[in-house]
Nanobody, 125 residues
Framework: VQLQASGGGSVQAGGSLRLSCTTS??????VSWFRQAPGKEREFVAG????????DYDEAVKGRFTISRDTRRNAVFLQMSNLKPEDTAVYFC?????????????????????WGQGTQVTVSS
């Protein structure tokens, strides 16, 4: 069971980045992205259910970020647009294997037992 996050980088405010989270060893799973800025607690950013039919976002990123998944490629993406300096953080993807009936998003980090290594996103003003 492995997760690999990638796609971070440095951009100016208003720019875009696309984060990728590739997985292996999972069967049916939901994925959420979290982020942690220096000196702050880890926070939920966006999540997607195992089927992809349900998504959810933190209010701070709604309308700017889009989460999606490609089941055949075992990948989940976070498209980030109109980035702001306050989006600067290390972004982590996390996965939780679920049963068929649990087709919903979780924003609770303690629910996830598999985490990627994190990818840095830096937005300058």
């Amino acid at each position: 069971v492995q997760l690999q996050a990638s796609g971070g980088g440095s951009v100016q405010a208003g720019g875009s980045l696309r984060l990728s989270c590739t997985t292996s060893g999972f069967s049916r799973y939901r994925v959420s992205w979290f982020r942690q800025a220096p000196g702050k607690e880890r926070e939920f950013v966006a999540g997607i259910s195992w089927s992809g039919r349900s998504t959810d976002y933190d209010e701070a990123v709604k309308g700017r970020f889009t989460i999606s998944r490609d089941t055949r490629r075992n990948a989940v993406f976070l498209q980030m647009s109109n980035l702001k300096p306050e989006d600067t953080a290390v972004y982590f993807c996390a996965a939780e294997e679920v049963d068929y009936s649990s087709d919903y998003v979780s924003g609770l980090d303690f629910k996830f037992n598999s985490w990627g290594q994190g990818t840095q996103v830096t937005v300058s003003s």
